[in-house]
């Protein structure tokens, strides 16, 4: 049975985000697939003791900063790129003090970046690994990448063939071996 969060993430998301908006329910949308698929992936490494009710919470989380990004398609207007929501999630989880919270919004995107890759690629990242560590970390992480949000249908579920090639156009078959395996771990 799992246990009742230590911290209300929907109180949380709510303090940014209009309960009543669309982009609310398109966030909370996408939040409760990943954690559901989070759960999934948790329950199948016991042995490796997840911490179920960090997952809850982190989980529900992880997408905070989207907000602050422009990426009208999900109705977000601020003045960020779309790849920095991680980070300003980060910053905003740890102006509240959940930093272990705030490093899941951080190292989530694809399967995590090495700040050599973020340089080399030129992105618009700050200069630091963005790579999940631990195994709370990597299952949302893992999670995540099975449901997009989106404007028109609310959230897509993705299937494995197309994550591997997004995660190939993105950086070679590096970011998909990575994938696979979490896949042969989580999936």
């Known amino acids: 049975m799992l246990q009742k969060a230590l ?4 109180d949380i998301i709510s ?3 209009d309960p009543g908006s669309k982009l609310f329910h398109i966030l909370m949308q996408h939040n409760e697939h990943v954690l559901q698929k989070a759960l999934d992936a948790a329950s199948k490494v016991p042995h490796l003791e997840p911490d179920l009710i ?5 989980a529900l989380l992880h997408d905070i900063g989207i907000f602050k990004t422009d990426a009208p398609n999900l ?3 601020g003045k960020h790129p779309y790849i920095l929501h991680g980070d300003l999630g980060r910053m905003i989880l740890e102006d509240i003090g959940l930093l272990p919270h705030a490093l899941v919004c951080d190292r989530h995107m694809g399967v995590g970046m090495s700040k050599e890759e973020i340089a080399k690629n030129g992105l618009p990242l700050p200069a630091r690994d963005m790579i999940p560590l631990s195994i709370e ?19 897509i579920k993705n299937s494995v063939d197309k994550i591997i090639n ?5 950086g070679g078959t590096g970011y998909s071996d990575k994938f696979k395996l979490w896949l042969e771990i989580f999936g």
């Open 137 to 155: 970390e990597q299952i949302i992480s893992y999670a995540d990448k099975f449901f997009t949000k989106n404007w028109e249908h609310i959230v």
């Open 166 to 170: 997004q995660l190939e156009s993105y």
């Open 75 to 77: 109705g977000c207007f």
């Open 15 to 17: 303090n940014y985000y």
């Open 54 to 58: 960090f997952i809850k919470e982190a």
């Open 7 to 10: 911290i209300d993430p929907v």
